[in-house]
């Protein structure tokens, strides 16, 4: 525990691998971060998957810079609002796309300094337009499929595509001459299969980069709502149906 920087009692939020349904549930200590000052246990629920996911693939594998322009597939997701939040602390521009007007205007007022309403505008010609057909620096996309070869028209010379799901399916055709001379990065992870070792490395960067920011109140909870273990089903209903802005949390 004292290597970890923790004591006995001391609050803290997890990811966990797997089993997280519970009253009680066991995770290494490295995955573990602390509850920061001011926030429940509830609110502290909402950090670990979305930050651990967030950092791994937009600040780590696509290289996200300071000035640089972030666009966000989902961005009223518990990954989206995360993404946004931590990519203006950074001192980025973010752009997102969202399913309606609501939800646009939910991530406009966490920071994002655009939303698309993807059903009624095409994001393609969005992102031209915004960035002066320069292109954006980072895509984060849960989508895959169809959306590869559209994503990689927004993408700026050197830009980097981040892919964290493939609810769009697993195959995409694209211009791969345009992926040579412009000099692009297709890349993707998921979290689940990797070491204990990489989790607590990655626990560390969050708690020397992103906590402080936290702590400073840069970084707020996102919670839709709230749901007793009992109605799990109905808490994945909610977000299958994309109509949710933040995280869903179950309590005990």
């Not at 057909?133 to 990689?152: C, F, H, P, Q, T």
């Not at 980097?160 to 791969?176: H, M, N, P, W, Y």
Request: charged residues 20%; proline residues 4%; aromatic residues 6%.
């Amino acid at each position: 525990l004292a290597a970890a920087g923790f004591r006995l009692g001391d609050r803290v939020c997890a990811l966990t691998h797997g089993g997280g349904y519970a009253q009680r549930c066991v995770a290494p200590v490295g995955q573990c971060l602390p509850v920061p000052a001011g926030w429940s246990d509830i609110e502290a629920a909402s950090l670990p998957e979305t930050l651990f996911t967030v950092w791994i693939n937009v600040f780590e594998r696509a290289r996200l810079q300071p000035g640089e322009t972030l666009l966000v597939q989902g961005g009223a997701s518990g990954i989206g609002v995360t993404a946004i939040q931590l990519a203006k602390a950074f001192g980025c521009r973010v752009f997102v796309t969202v399913g309606d007007d609501a939800r646009a205007q939910a991530c406009r007022a966490i920071g994002a300094d655009e939303a698309i309403n993807y059903r009624t505008r095409d994001f393609v010609a969005e992102v031209e337009r915004l960035t002066g057909g320069r292109g954006v620096d980072v895509i984060l996309d849960m989508v895959a499929g169809s959306y590869v070869a559209r994503e990689l028209r927004c993408l700026a010379d050197d830009g980097r595509l981040s892919i964290i799901a493939v609810q769009g399916g697993t195959k995409a055709e694209f211009d791969g001459g345009a992926l040579l001379r412009r000099r692009l990065t297709i890349t993707g992870s998921t979290l689940r299969p990797r070491t204990t070792e990489y989790k607590a490395a990655v626990g560390a960067a969050l708690r020397a980069r992103v906590w402080p920011l936290i702590e400073a109140g840069r970084f707020k909870p996102m919670i839709h709502k709230t749901f007793p273990a009992a109605q799990a089903a109905q808490a994945h209903e909610l977000m299958e149906s994309g109509q949710h802005v933040g995280k869903l949390v179950l309590t005990w």
